[in-house]
């Protein structure tokens, strides 16, 4: 630990060290008066005074701490494009300007224009069964008879669905749940949260496959050191449901299911805890 | 048996839990808010601790004395940083991916590479950067470790890690022409709501402003002597003290004056023998008037970045410095500031 007295402690190369910009940072956060605490030398104080790179060392950090919570904890996403800068020409005080309430007039109108034609659409092809034969004669989807009287549908039987069919692992060993639905590529919270090494020194390091990497045909798993108990490889999708589980016995697997397009996340796991999430896609 | 011992693992954790909340890591200094994984990540780590071999027992099924008094061995701030550095990364997580996205809000392009980008720094930490910290960092603070200070520090080494990334992606900062926050805001609020948000937009950057100002702990006086010149707001009698502690009266009189309508040459050219005698130097005004102006363009640097883009010129700054100096009318630290009715405090 260094003391007091090593220049070391105070300075970095050309600038200010990290801890005496801590301290100073520190006196700032609750109070933007606040007077540098007595451990800060006077050549430190010095060099602030006259370093822009120090100083916004230190305003980048006091900015953020100030009010921590203020920044979502996930980046929200854009919903409207976004426009440029405006050249700023106003003096102060900022003035915000009036929303343009045309636009949703002409929204409210093109709504109801889009009904009138739809329920004339429907008045007009709908009710006069000569209309409709020949729109499903020409569609070639089943056929459908329309009732004169009433104007109800009946559909023919349709066939059908055929049940999703279960296939085995490539693996001897591994074992699987059937696929139910693939999702898209909206990212899993909770899983977002969890991705990394889950052990508390941190030591278990993964591979392949990098995380958000893209991956086709065989995909192989792999971490850097064997560790002494058999695994659990798990392969989820984006709604943490279980696609694809394996038995591992040392550092690496590799796998060749039939995935389809979408996002991925694998985990590590031995009989006791998680050791580690992963993520991957598929296109 | 198995539901005695799955009993006795529950209470040991609520034990040790409380412990964690109540003294090591009191909830004001750790809002959950901020680090919401603190809980599971130390008893996590003190069930690892305890299966290793920590206080000779076998498991946690510990009685609740025992309990505390190895969490206070294994879980005190000082002893984790001590033994496992990288749980220590994992406690501040949450907070350090707020930072990385704070830092990001100023750079859109990035926003689409947030989770790469805290991975990097994640991974930087725990690979290296977290050990030289429990090397560096000094607990003789006196008795209480401050932990204040070590969240400083550490997000001193996450602004470092951050901006090396960045560097290496070869990012181009945002400049004049491109989104800043403030357009973003606009998009969101109603027509009535202007007046509040325009009084909360300027209260947060007067408070920025005045960090600033704070961060020029030898020319701050000097500094705001010559803006308010420069603003032509006269100079109270206790700012030019603070300045020239041994002013005269004739001075003071001539820094006093009212200079509206004089230009920037002409005042500096009055001025400048009284900042000469005071400072015992033989500077032309020439010299005094382009510190002011390299001074006013840092200002300009310092208050656009927590924006991400071009806010501030040379300008609208002057103009946002005489509604501050028209706000807050005295200078200094412990001085009581006149504050506009329910305005910034």
New interface residues.
Partial sequence: ??T?NDSE?YFAGHHV???M??????S??MD?????PP?VPGDV??H??TC?QC????????????N??A?????AKPS?P?????P?T??????????DRSFFTGKIAAVFVACAVMVGAYFLVFNDPNQVKKLNGNSGIGTQEVSQELGEIQADAVKPAEPVSTKKASRTAAKKNTVQRIGTFDVNPTL?NM??SRL???TFEAVTPP??SEVDGIIHFSWKKKLEKVLTLNIVDNRNRVLYTYRVDGPAIDVEEDLKPGLYYWKVENEN?LLYVGKFLKR | MKEHSKINVEHCRQTVLSLVRQELYPIEDF?P??FPDLQS?LW??YC?RIRTGAGNSGGPELDGENAVLLAKELLAFKALLEQ?P??V??LYR??I???I?????KS?GL?DE???IF?EV?TRL?SGKIQRIR???????GDNI?K??????L???V??IYMDIIRERQVRPLT?????P??EA??S?E?ED?DM??RL??DEEF??F???L??????RWKLELCLKLKCRIAPATDDIRRCFPSCSGEDIDVLSRDYKGFKDKRLFDMVVNVFNRNEGRENKSDTLRKWISVKVD?LI??MN??HG?????G??LI??IT?YYERFKSL???RKETEREGGFG
């Fill in positions: 630990m260094k007091n402690h060290s990290d801890h910009l801590a301290l100073l940072a520190d700032l956060v933007e008066n606040g007077a540098p451990e104080l010095d602030v005074d822009n100083k916004d060392k230190i305003m980048d950090v006091v900015l953020f701490m100030r921590p919570e920044t979502p904890a996930q980046p409207t976004l426009k440029p800068l405006k700023v106003d003096t102060f005080p900022l003035t915000v300007p009036q929303r977002e991705i990394g508390r020194s941190g995380d958000n805890e | 809002l808010k901020l990540v996590e780590y690892e496992s990288e749980t990364v994992l949450s907070y991916k707020r930072f996205l704070y830092q990001l809000s859109p926003k947030w989770e790469d991975q994640i725990i090397e560096k960092f000094d607990f003789s603070y401050k204040s200070t070590f969240t400083s520090y997000m001193v080494t602004r470092n004049a022409g491109e989104l800043h403030i357009d606009e998009r609020i027509h202007t948000l325009n937009v300027m408070r920025k005045r960090t600033v704070a961060l020029h702990y030898r020319s840092e640097a310092h970045r927590g883009g071009k806010v501030y010129t300008k609208n103009d946002f509604l200094g630290t412990g």
